[in-house]
């Protein structure tokens, strides 16, 4: 089973700062299937970032991710005061199909 | 574009079956994988399982034998049954959708709204 630890499980910035949230696999397996979301308060969850670097329809470009073996980041360029919000990282593929990792809020 | 409308009971005793359907409207329920997700109160995302569009499924095994989802061509929509339920089920759940090949995986691109599914006695 892939577990997904991301890292920290909060981050205190403010407006115009950049933002590294990180993403560790307990075992490797292909970026084109890991995924981030951005989840607000009281909100489903949206898709920002698919196959570890590619951004979903309509998402900002101060959104990017990456990738280094069994480590993944998603990085906030410049936050704006709608990206407080928490994020989580989520692979597919192995056992179980589908996980997402615990979740990193991101907050004021 | 396409929209997910999620419906059912939202107040259940426990024992009893969890019945939650969403609705495909604006596109075609092929060529997807349609996915069912739960959150607990304060808590973070809990896969529950997927089905396709030939009606292959993948479920959670820490759900055991307890989830069935099924589709329904005919009518746009795909169905989660969650039978014991216990206060440990009480939670937001969602649809969404993703597309899946064997080298790609487009993430969940499309979620319905969630609904609240609360067990109590």
Known sequence: ?108 | QVQLQLWGAGLLRPSETLSLTCAVSGGSISHYYWTWIRQPPGKGLQWIGEINHSGSTNNNPSLKSRVTISVDMSKNHFSLNLRSVTAADSAVYYCARATVTAYSYSGLDVWGQGATVTVSS
Request: net charge neutral; with cysteine; glycine share 12%.
């Open chain 1, 1 to 108: 089973e892939i577990v997904l630890t991301q890292s920290p499980g909060t981050l205190s910035l403010s407006p115009g700062e950049g933002a590294t949230l990180s993403c560790r696999a307990s075992q490797s397996f292909s970026s084109n299937f890991l995924a981030w979301y951005q989840q607000k308060p009281g909100q489903a969850p949206r898709l920002l970032i698919y196959g570890s670097s590619s951004r979903a329809t309509g998402v900002p470009d101060r959104f990017s991710g990456s990738a280094s073996g069994t480590d993944f980041t998603l990085t906030i360029s410049r936050l704006e005061p709608e990206d407080f919000a928490v994020y989580y990282c989520q692979q597919y593929g192995n056992s179980p199909r589908l996980t997402f990792g615990g979740g990193t809020k991101v907050e004021i």
